[in-house]
């Protein structure tokens, strides 16, 4: 689902951030993607979804190699590729329905197939019947689960969180963690950069490790199954 290769990145002013990254993730996995503040996950999930281009090397998501994608092609990329980010980023002028049918209205679906859509994203994570609530009413977890259900309505291939528990409990974060699994298991590829090392290494999955920007493929024997 996901292959990169030999890929680096540097920024303008000569920080290198990347630097030749090799992995694959398969249809389906579900993997960590971890290291210190500064080690480069966020720039490595960006390449993933094209908000940044790397400096060298080629990355491939679902078959096609992003470094040939015109600009008029990313958005039909970015359809198959779900991104949930640690603020949420929700619009606080808007309900949760419109929150969560955001990405329909850009693809330009109909309001009949975006109704249904957006009420069985939010069923997914456990949040219908709130279509019409500010999402600045919400706690913490349910607005995380809105962004959730907002990454999952175009029902992607592929679903990206960056530190998508950084500012929850452990009990919440468990919460969500259950909900990337069962994505997971309706064949979903999961990749979630985190820094909570506990509970990384309390569900059990694989570990791709970077440390100043060069990656390690921790292999984790795959105990898996939902975290509680």
Do not use: C, W
């Amino acid at each position: 689902m996901v292959q990169f290769d030999r890929v680096g990145k540097r920024y303008p002013g000569g920080k290198e951030a990347l630097s030749g990254i090799n992995f694959e993730l398969a249809r389906g996995e579900f993997a960590f993607l971890t290291g210190h503040s500064g080690a480069g996950k966020s720039t490595l999930l960006k390449l993933m979804m094209l908000m940044e281009r790397p400096s060298r090397g080629q990355v491939f998501v679902d078959g096609q190699n992003l470094g040939r994608l015109r600009p008029g092609q990313i958005p039909y990329l970015r359809r198959k590729v779900g991104v949930v980010f640690q603020n949420h980023q929700l619009l606080f002028d808007r309900s949760v329905y419109d929150n969560v049918a955001l990405p329909l209205q850009i693809a330009g679906y109909t309001p009949a197939e975006a109704g249904r859509r957006v009420r069985a994203a939010l069923d997914s994570v456990g949040l219908l019947g709130m279509e019409k609530r500010n999402p600045i009413e919400l706690s913490g977890g349910e607005q995380q689960r809105v962004g959730i259900a907002r990454a999952v309505v175009n029902k992607p291939a592929l679903l990206l969180a960056d530190e998508p528990t950084g500012n929850l409990d452990p009990e919440l974060s468990a919460e969500i963690m259950n909900l990337f699994l069962r994505f997971q298991q309706v064949g979903v590829t999961v990749l979630i950069a985190s820094h909570d090392i506990a509970l990384i290494e309390r569900m059990g999955h694989r570990r791709l490790i970077l440390d100043h920007g060069h990656l390690h493929d921790g292999q984790v024997p795959a105990a898996g199954g939902i975290y509680g």
